[in-house]
């Protein structure tokens, strides 16, 4: 099992940037995919981005260009790195660790974009 702590949210105007982090805790973290996903109010939720244990990348359409995901298996962290930011980008992000059929989410972080 493996414990996972979002940080870096916030709230920035149009055009700026955050990084968000996800840290884990518990298990080989090298060994999960891992993903980013976020929920609008009103709205489901939905991938932003992905990586793979090996380091294989997937991204949502509209945040293609603007967005990185990464992660430093040291460190046990994944990472979201969001430019250009929209006030359509304006969500609660969730971090999710996955393995073998077994998901595991943490307890997401507040990104608000406005002027």
């Known amino acids: 099992q493996v414990q996972l702590v979002e940080s870096g949210g916030g709230l920035v105007q149009p055009g700026g940037s955050l990084r968000l982090s996800c840290a884990a805790s518990g298990s080989i973290f090298s060994w999960y995919a891992m993903g980013w996903y976020r929920q609008a109010p009103g709205k489901q939720r939905e991938l932003v981005a992905a990586i793979t244990s090996g380091g294989s990348t997937n991204y949502a359409d509209s945040v293609k260009g603007r967005f990185t995901i990464s992660r430093d298996n040291r460190k046990n962290t994944v990472y979201l790195q969001m430019n250009s930011l929209k006030p359509e980008d304006t969500a609660v992000y969730y971090c999710?660790?996955?393995?073998?059929?077994?998901?595991?989410w943490g307890q997401g972080t507040q990104v608000t974009v406005s002027s």
């Open positions: 999710k660790a996955s393995l073998l059929q077994r998901d595991y």
